[in-house]
């Protein structure tokens, strides 16, 4: 390599950048991996062959959930070393970095990502360490020591069965995403809360309110009842809007009920392994209640109109013979030409505007925390342990040193 020796800056652009440019040989130590540079692992070995390539780690979850490597990167290993681009082997409690690209050694600190960002090259705080070596037969000996490392750390090959264990475990309950995770006590819950509205379904049954000085204008009780049952935004028992809305109410009710689990006295609550699948789901539902709201629109501006016309005709004569004073106390001139758009505007405002109304037509989806006091709550426990027999451990948890900024104080 054409770096000199000294400190370095360790982070997934640096190690990719060494493993790409060996020519030789490519060991790397390390409790875990991120995707990109298991990607960088597979497709050096690709163009180098089987034996060029050694990767040593931790197969746990540990390593994972504290943020030494991505889930996503020990699949990827996993991957590469059953096809036999490498081999894997396995170090439990490892905890050492070390890239080895032919004649270079990196040793490294490696960074917990639920503790704190990878560092920057930028930022000049160095957590490794280059030797370059360019003495004669300085390489080769460099080399022999690569060579014997996986008989001296990673003795032991890392089988698929115990990969594929430790990967369903972290799919079941996956890693928290680490930028939220960064506590003075780091705990990883397997639920969550969630907060799942379905609103404005009841729009059909509305009722807009006619102003009292115009529906006093008759005496004719026949015309107050008439007012009064076309004055509802959709008319009739069924309609495909209604149906649709009722089927949607229905799909709610089914989606909490297949994936919530209602825990008295504190709310709903999801396992974070069916999260994905929840989503997937809620998604699909969210989309139909946007599709639905385009047609509950045009059924809204067609009924608005319609109920619109009727009231104004049968509010005209009694508006026109005795107009209500607010009319005159704004100098509206009150005629039989006029008094049409003056009821029409009261209407409207009654109504509402169909944007306003709309808003109301939504779906809501909120996921908190599990808080670590509810979580240690006594009561709080055995309402979980009642209503989540299947899960024995609420969460885990272990100590974490809070993280800070660059130029602050200790």
Known sequence: MSDSAGFRVANDDCLVRMIEQARQKVVMIAPGLTQRVAEALRDRAAALGANAVTVITDVSEIPYRIGFGEPAGLSTLRRAANSGAFALHDRPGLRLGMLVSDGSLLVFSPTPQAIENQP??????????????????????????????????????????????????????????????????????????????????????????????????????????????????????????????????????????????????????????????????????????????????????????????????????GVVERPPERYLDLGCTVTISSAPRLIERDLRDAFGSIDELLHRFRVELRFKGVTYESLHDPEFRRIAAERLPDIEVLHEEHEAARTRSPGTNP
């Open 120 to 317: 920057e090259a930028a930022t000049g705080a160095p957590n490794a360490l280059l030797v370059s070596l360019d003495e004669p037969g300085a390489e080769q000996a460099l080399l022999s020591v690569a060579e014997a490392t996986p008989r001296e750390v990673g003795a032991r090959p890392a089988d698929e069965v115990s990969v594929r264990r430790v990967e369903k475990a972290l799919e079941e309950n996956p890693p928290k995403q680490f930028d939220v995770t960064r506590t003075e006590w780091v705990f990883n819950s397997v639920i969550e809360f969630v907060e799942f509205e379905f609103k404005g379904s009841e729009l059909p049954r509305k009722r807009a309110t006619l102003p009292p000085d115009l529906l006093n204008l008759t005496g004719d009780r026949a015309v107050k009842n008439l007012i009064s049952a076309t004055f509802r935004l959709l008319e009739g028992d069924s309609s495909p809007v209604r149906d649709g809305i009722e089927a949607l109410k229905s799909r709610k009710k089914q989606l909490a009920d297949r994936f919530l689990v209602s825990l008295p006295g504190h709310g709903a609550v999801i396992r974070r392994a069916a999260k994905k699948r929840f989503l997937d789901e809620f998604a699909a539902f969210e989309r139909d209640v946007d599709g639905l709201k385009q047609q509950l629109r045009s059924d809204l501006e067609a009924t608005m109109q319609t109920n619109v016309d009727q009231v104004v005709k049968a509010l005209l004569p």
